[in-house]
């Protein structure tokens, strides 16, 4: 499933899926253990950490919304190697204290990072200098008072993808990474005319999924599963739901796309993805409403899946069939998603508690490390030997202290 020398390059990792390899990666750790640094992040962000070579790119934004900015961290060191102010805003609606006016989490390759704010902006930055490349800010939607941006976009070959699900517009779009303009605009096949505003709206991060010998884009929106074709943002099956407000990504696995559909009722479908056209009565192939996830993104290991909601309920589920194996309540509140690196799975819950668990069966609890300060939100990032966290002031470098 991963590759050798894999990057943790967009939001869930290499593939977008939550799995990285590691050799090293740390089983303990504390404010005063194992730390090889901690930075200040300046202002507001969750959107998570993201890594190319020796650099560490993720977006802050003032508590009102009014500066928007991409921060550049030497991976080694720590010290902030960029602090670039993208976009100023002039009147940005409210959003509610759980969320951040940079939430959507970055995407990098060489030698550019691609940063996004929601309908406030989006823009291509050069990794050597700092530069700003081009700018969007004309792909506007309402998020809807209260709520903000979320959705991250993500590279699939010549393009920058996103979704925009606001209460206004709802579409996918595809950018030229190169220039920034529009490759291909794709609007959701939805008629919301009856649907109220506040439920039209929606926060994932399309995936790419094999479609046979070809590949195919899974997208999550308000009232309905997408599946488009990414070369051209065509069509190609649709299941229809009640939810909104989605944020999780999906996975693939077991020859079966698993994804969430609401975000007040959360309920996880299995759905076979070799369909054409409109796919909800024939191709579900499971669902499951105890305990799902309204923001982590599940995690397929092999045959097992596994989800934590917000509560901390860790479910395993046989992936093929959605047969419950286990549910365990950890402490605390989970927003971010987990990890799956070295054979064991990470959970990190937003008091900054994380408990490392084989994926088995039966629960197996390896470790469970804290920090003292702040709350946690965003996903961490992980290279060969070390965790990248985020906190609400911080960045930290995790990683086994050498011996001497």
Same mark, same amino acid.
């Given at each position: 499933?991963?590759?050798?020398?894999?990057?943790?390059?967009?939001?869930?990792?290499?593939?977008?899926?939550?799995?990285?390899?590691?050799?090293?990666?740390?089983?303990?750790?504390?404010?005063?253990?194992?730390?090889?640094?901690?930075?200040?992040?300046?202002?507001?962000?969750? =959107? *998570?950490?993201?890594?190319?070579?020796?650099?560490?790119?993720?977006? &802050?934004?003032?508590?009102?919304?009014?500066?928007?900015?991409?921060?550049?961290?030497?991976?080694?060191?720590?010290?902030?190697?960029?602090?670039?102010?993208?976009?100023?805003?002039?009147?940005?609606?409210?959003?509610?204290?759980?969320?951040?006016?940079?939430?959507?989490?970055?995407?990098?390759?060489?030698?550019?990072?691609?940063?996004?704010?929601?309908?406030?902006?989006?823009?291509?930055?050069?990794?050597? =200098?700092?530069?700003?490349?081009?700018?969007?800010?004309?792909?506007?939607?309402?998020?809807?008072?209260?709520?903000?941006?979320?959705?991250?976009?993500?590279?699939?070959?010549?393009?920058?993808?996103?979704?925009?699900?606001?209460?206004?517009?709802?579409?996918?779009?595809?950018?030229?990474?190169?220039?920034?303009?529009?490759?291909?605009?794709?609007?959701? *096949?939805?008629?919301? =005319?009856?649907?109220?505003?506040?439920?039209?709206?929606?926060?994932?991060?399309?995936?790419?999924?094999?479609?046979?010998?070809?590949?195919?884009?899974?997208?999550?929106?308000?009232?309905?599963?997408?599946?488009?074709?990414?070369?051209?943002?065509?069509?190609?099956?649709?299941?229809?739901?009640?939810?909104?407000?989605? +944020?999780?990504?999906?996975?693939?696995?077991?020859?079966?796309?698993?994804?969430?559909?609401?975000?007040?009722?959360?309920?996880?479908?299995?759905?076979?993805?070799?369909?054409?056209?409109?796919?909800?009565?024939?191709?579900?192939?499971?669902?499951?409403?105890?305990?799902?996830?309204?923001?982590? *993104?599940?995690?397929?290991?092999?045959?097992?899946?596994?989800?934590?909601?917000?509560?901390?309920?860790? *479910?395993?589920?046989? +992936?093929?069939?959605?047969?419950?194996?286990?549910?365990?309540?950890?402490?605390?509140?989970? =927003? +971010?998603?987990?990890?799956?690196?070295?054979?064991?799975?990470?959970?990190?819950?937003?008091?900054?508690?994380? &408990?490392?668990?084989?994926?088995?069966?039966?629960?197996?609890?390896?470790?469970?490390?804290?920090?003292?300060?702040?709350?946690?939100?965003? &996903?961490? +990032?992980?290279?060969?030997?070390?965790?990248?966290?985020?906190?609400?002031?911080?960045?930290?470098?995790?990683?086994?202290?050498?011996?001497?």
């Amino acid at each position: 499933m991963s590759l050798a020398n894999e990057q943790w390059s967009q939001f869930r990792g290499p593939e977008g899926n939550g799995h990285i390899n590691t050799t090293s990666l740390p089983l303990e750790w504390s404010e005063n253990k194992n730390i090889s640094w901690k930075t200040a992040i300046h202002d507001r962000g969750w =959107s *998570s950490p993201v890594i190319w070579n020796n650099q560490i790119w993720m977006t &802050t934004a003032t508590k009102n919304g009014k500066k928007m900015f991409a921060l550049c961290v030497d991976k080694e060191t720590g010290k902030i190697l960029y602090d670039i102010h993208v976009f100023d805003v002039e009147s940005p609606q409210a959003i509610t204290i759980d969320n951040t006016y940079a939430s959507p989490t970055p995407v990098i390759e060489e030698s550019r990072a691609y940063v996004h704010f929601g309908t406030y902006g989006t823009a291509c930055i050069d990794t050597s =200098s700092g530069d700003i490349i081009w700018t969007r800010r004309d792909l506007k939607c309402d998020h809807e008072n209260g709520a903000g941006p979320a959705s991250s976009p993500f590279l699939f070959n010549d393009y920058l993808i996103f979704n925009v699900d606001g209460r206004d517009v709802q579409y996918v779009i595809a950018l030229d990474k190169e220039s920034g303009k529009t490759a291909w605009k794709t609007n959701r *096949s939805i008629d919301f =005319s009856s649907v109220q505003v506040n439920q039209r709206k929606a926060y994932g991060t399309p995936l790419i999924i094999p479609r046979g010998k070809e590949e195919q884009m899974v997208s999550i929106g308000a009232k309905g599963v997408f599946s488009y074709d990414p070369q051209n943002g065509k069509e190609l099956w649709k299941a229809l739901h009640r939810g909104w407000s989605i +944020a999780p990504r999906p996975v693939y696995g077991e020859g079966l796309v698993f994804t969430m559909i609401d975000r007040d009722r959360p309920e996880l479908w299995a759905i076979r993805p070799d369909g054409n056209g409109d796919v909800t009565d024939s191709h579900i192939a499971w669902k499951s409403s105890k305990r799902m996830p309204p923001r982590a *993104s599940p995690l397929i290991v092999g045959e097992l899946l596994f989800v934590v909601d917000r509560n901390g309920y860790i *479910s395993c589920l046989e +992936a093929k069939t959605g047969k419950l194996f286990w549910q365990e309540r950890m402490k605390g509140s989970f =927003s +971010a998603s987990p990890i799956h690196t070295n054979g064991l799975i990470y959970f990190f819950n937003e008091d900054t508690v994380c &408990t490392i668990i084989k994926p088995a069966r039966k629960l197996e609890v390896v470790a469970t490390n804290k920090l003292t300060e702040g709350q946690l939100m965003a &996903t961490p +990032a992980i290279d060969n030997n070390s965790i990248y966290i985020r906190t609400a002031k911080n960045l930290y470098k995790i990683k086994v202290a050498s011996r001497r």
